[in-house]
């Protein structure tokens, strides 16, 4: 299974656009990524998932180069209440990812 | 719709007890997967029960393990507990298994070991 890396931790203020980047390598033809987002004593909540070029919804944007080793989650105009942990998972349909990484935490400022 | 739930919430064991968790997916999702967070490891998969079978399996010692019930509902349970089984405990439940189906956890169990 592909390992992911993504930064530990992240700084940004209220309004901002804010873009986690994911570098996985290793992925392979059949998986997709996966991003989720975590708030402390919660449960990780699913933010977007996308296979190649770009996806978008109501919440945030999904930038995949088309090479597919890495990619980029873009959260605009964040606000404090987009503070949390951050997760890049790489699987395919067949596999459950073995682990979410490290994440990458995300500290929005006022 | 409900969510994801999960009993107990807290518990706490002794070293060298056994424990048992419970997990009730969302009303139609047939597969269900189990996680472990600790400070240190982060959230690492333990395995994942789809149609009562298990699918796939994380890197855990056989003491801990699972199950799922035709309903779907799904239990974990780990035997002879050492201190550092302490963790919040996670189930989620999705549609089908497989990374592409996006995954709903529930609030978790925190488990205390001492």
């Known amino acids: 299974l592909a390992k992911t890396t993504q930064p530990i931790s992240m700084d940004s203020y209220e309004g901002q656009e804010v873009n986690i980047t994911c570098s996985h390598n290793n992925i392979a033809t059949n998986d997709y990524i996966t991003w989720y987002q975590q708030f402390p004593s919660q449960g990780p909540r699913f933010i977007i998932q996308g296979y190649k070029t770009k996806v978008t919804n109501e919440v945030a944007s999904l930038f995949i180069p088309a090479d597919r080793k890495s990619s980029t989650l873009s959260l605009p105009r964040v606000s404090l209440s987009d503070t949390a942990v951050y997760y890049c998972l790489v699987g395919d349909t067949g596999r459950r990812a073995l682990t979410f990484g490290s994440g990458t935490r995300l500290q929005v400022q006022p | 719709k409900a969510g994801v739930t999960q009993t107990p919430r807290y518990l706490i064991k002794t070293r060298g007890q056994q424990v048992t968790l419970s997990c009730s997916p969302i009303s139609g999702h047939r597969s269900v997967s189990w996680y472990q967070q600790t400070p240190g490891q982060g959230l690492q998969f333990l395995f994942e029960y789809f149609s009562e079978t298990q699918r796939n399996k994380g890197n855990f010692p056989g003491r801990f393990s699972g199950r799922q019930f035709s309903n779907s509902r799904s239990e974990m349970n780990v035997s002879t507990l050492e201190l550092g089984d302490s963790a919040l405990y996670l189930c989620?439940?999705?549609?089908?298994?497989?990374?592409?189906?996006?995954?709903?956890f529930g609030p978790g169990t925190r488990l205390t070991v001492t």
């Open positions: 989620a439940s999705s549609l089908e298994p497989g990374t592409v189906y996006e995954q709903y």
